[in-house]
Structure formats: C-alpha cells, structure tokens
C-alpha cells in the first residue's frame, strides 16, 4: 500500500476536508505543488484556485478555494483557506471603510474616553440588574 | 358587571407582553444553538494555525516578526466585541465594566488607548463618553462571516504596524455555558507562543516565496481569526444571555399575572356576595 499523510482543508468559518491522501495538489504562488508523504516542511501562500486530494481508495477531490496558505509537515498537510479573495489594497479599503464608520459614529472623536462617568453609568446599571434580581426572590 | 375592568385590561396586556417575550426566548434558543455550531466549526481553523505559529515559534527562523516581538512604545489598542441589539441582561455592561476598569489602569500609567468597536452597543457605548476610536463595525447579524472584520482588524494591524500602539487586546464574552457567560480581555499582539517542549529542535520550513512575506500573511490571519472567534463566542453569549433574561421575564409576568387574577377574583367574588347581601336584606324587609 502507498504511504499516506494526513489532509486538513480548513478556513476560519468552517473545516471543509480532514482525511489521508496519498498526494495534494495545490497553485502556490511560486507555481503548481504536488505533495506526496514525507515531504519536507514548507510553508507557501497559495493563489486562488483549486485544491486537489487523491485519496488512497484513488479518488480524486476536487476544492476550491479563493487563496491562503498551505503548511507541509513529513505527515500532515494543512490548508488554511481564505473565506473571499483578498488583496492588500482591498484590505485597506476596508480598513479605510471602518475608519470612516467610526468618524462618523463620533460626533467627539479623539476625545479622552471619561472614565468617571462611564464608571458611574456602568455601576448604575449593574446596581439596577441586582435590584430586579433581589425583587424576583423577594417574590419567590 | 363592571366589576375589576382596570385588572381585566391590565391582566391581557401583560400576557400579550409575555406571549412576545416567550416567543423571544424561544428564538434565542434555537439562534443559541446555531451560534454554538459556529463557535465549534471556527475551532478547527484557529487550531491549525496555532500550530504552524507554535512550530515556528519554536523553528528558529532567520527572520524575527514583529508581531511576535515585544515593542518599544507603551501604548494600547483595544478591538472591543459587543453585541448589536440589546435585551440581553448584563451582557455587554459587565464586559464594559471589566474594560474600563483596565482602561483606567492603563490609563493611570500615562498609556494611550486606541479603540476598535465591532456591534452598536460598543459603538454607542463609546461615542457616549469618548475615546479614541479608530475603527468600527457593526450589523453583523446572526452569521458573521470574516470578511465583515478585515477592515477593523487591518485599521488596528496598521496603528501596530506604525508603532502607535504597542500591545493590542481582544476583548470579548467568553462563552463558559448557557448560564454563564465571563468578560474576557486577551492580549492578541505581540502573539504569545506557548511553550510546547516537544518541539523543541532544530529545524525550519522552505518559505515560498520570502519568509517576510508568508509569515506577514499568516499572522495576519491568526489575528483575524483569533477576532473571528471572539464574534462568534460573544454572538453565542448573546443567544444564551437573551435567552435567560427573556425566561425571568416571562416568568416575572406570570407571577404578575397570578397575582392580578387573584386580586380580580377577589373582587368579583365581593361584588356578587354583596348583592346577594343586599336582596337577602331587601327580602327581609318586605
């Protein structure tokens, strides 16, 4: 029998694939991969495109995933996918979008957050939270 | 009869308010489990990358990243996780008060704090007594997919990136069990490798393409999905939280209930001995 490895396809959401393989075959950045056991460790980002796994029955499974990264140890391979195509200057976008959500939340923004009034509200609250529970064992 | 009518009126609205509050705890029950299959199928992910993070930790590599070094400055970033919606009990106000009690040590020490708020009740919560917000999401709903929290997480990289804040800190609900729900604050960056001992020897991956760049990409991830899984843990404490709150409440409004209907038939049995007394007395006098 061919010697297998271990095969985790996961991304932040979900696990989409766990089990042995006899080969992965996967789109690094630098080019096409094809794993076998035994391999040395690597650690490449990967391009969007599909993740293939010939398992040892030989069938061949096919993913696809929108890029992210794939770690090779001698016996397990882990796929980490990303959940949407990324970009550096789409992450900014996004970060940029944030930035902007927060100005205009904040009519005083940059302002020194106030400790003593926030403490006084917060304390407020719990002292009512308590109250309506002491209540609903008085009623018991 | 006329007899109770303000306690008629007030008996109905307060079932009517009960029947909503019911069907609110049914739905956080059922949204509660769903949210608990969320936190479970996010563990596999931030587990993995523990890993590979852990081994390199351990690898020795050529290149020492500056998210797993200690930095220079004294200045902190908070992302702060709430929840949209409220009816929840103490959720969110427990969490805040844990917070600002760090805050205010931090504060005491001469360090800056920069926020990052994800949910409307952080959001509110902090453009009602101020502080330095840097980034906001909110509106997640009931599914938070990453893709809604990259912007935040990269606002938040980018102040560390700058060197204008040296530490950043998660803070979140952890969910312990339906019943419990605790207030955590957790240091994200600059990443804590935990001490395995079994990997201790010397080896290194083949990076593909620069060192730099894969583990830039990778640690970016692992914080990205280490926010994720505070969303998640804070939505089932959500769930959970709202699910007992809308139980004291329809509970509350049974008693109430219990009590007005014995008041009512208390009244309505007075009216009727009354008149009986009455045509018993009138009777008697003919």
């Not at chain 1, 509200?121 to 209540?135: G, H, T, V």
């Not at chain 2, 893709?147 to 609900?173: F, K, P, Q």
Request: aromatic share 6%; with cysteine.
């Amino acid at each position: 029998m061919a010697m297998t490895m271990h095969v985790d396809i996961v991304s932040a959401e979900a696990e989409i694939f766990s089990g042995n393989a006899e080969m992965v075959f996967a789109s690094g950045v630098m080019g096409e991969l094809g794993i076998m056991p035994r391999h040395t460790p690597l650690l490449t980002e990967l391009r969007p495109g599909e993740v293939r796994i010939r398992t040892p029955e030989g069938e061949e499974l096919f993913y696809y995933i929108s890029g992210g990264m794939l770690e090779v140890q001698p016996h397990v391979v882990t796929v980490l996918a990303d959940t949407a195509l990324r970009a550096k200057d789409l992450d900014e976008a996004a970060a940029l979008a944030a930035k902007e959500r927060a100005e205009q939340d904040m009519k005083n923004k940059g302002s020194e957050f106030e400790y003593a009034k926030a403490q006084v509200q917060l304390a407020e609250a719990m002292a009512q939270l308590r109250a309506i529970q002491k209540l609903r064992e008085k009623s018991r | 009869m006329a007899v109770g009518k303000e306690i008629r009126v007030k008996i109905k609205s307060i079932k009517n308010t009960q029947k909503i509050t019911r069907a609110m705890e049914m739905v956080a029950a059922s949204k509660m489990r769903k949210a608990q299959d969320r936190m479970q199928s996010a563990r596999p992910y931030a587990t993995r990358i523990r890993n590979v993070i852990a081994h390199l930790a351990h690898a020795h590599p050529e290149y020492k990243h500056p998210y797993m070094q200690e930095q220079a400055g004294k200045d902190i970033g908070v992302i702060v996780i709430s929840t949209d919606r409220g009816l929840c009990g103490g959720l969110n106000s427990n969490l805040f008060r844990a917070l600002v009690r760090s805050m205010k040590q931090w504060h005491e020490e001469g360090r800056k704090i920069e926020l990052c708020t994800v949910g409307r009740k952080a959001a509110g919560f902090f453009s009602r007594f101020g502080g330095r917000v840097i980034a906001q999401a909110s509106n997640l709903g009931d599914k938070p997919q990453v893709t809604d929290l990259i912007g935040s997480v990269r606002a938040m990289l980018n102040a560390y990136d700058e060197g204008r804040v040296s530490r950043v800190y998660l803070a979140y609900n952890e969910f312990v069990n339906t019943m419990t729900q605790s207030p955590r604050i957790e240091q994200l960056l600059p990443i804590v490798p935990d001490s395995d001992e079994r990997l201790k020897h010397h080896w290194d991956y083949l990076y593909e393409p620069e060192a730099k760049d894969v583990l830039t990409h990778l640690l970016t991830r692992y914080v990205e999905s280490l926010v994720y899984q505070g969303v998640v843990d804070n939505l089932a404490c959500e769930q959970a939280a709202r699910m007992v709150a809308m139980k004291a409440a329809s509970d509350n409004a049974g008693t109430l209930i219990g009590e007005l209907q014995l008041a009512y038939n208390k009244a309505r049995q007075a009216a009727i001995t009354q008149e009986i007394a009455e045509i018993v007395g009138g009777a008697a006098a003919v």
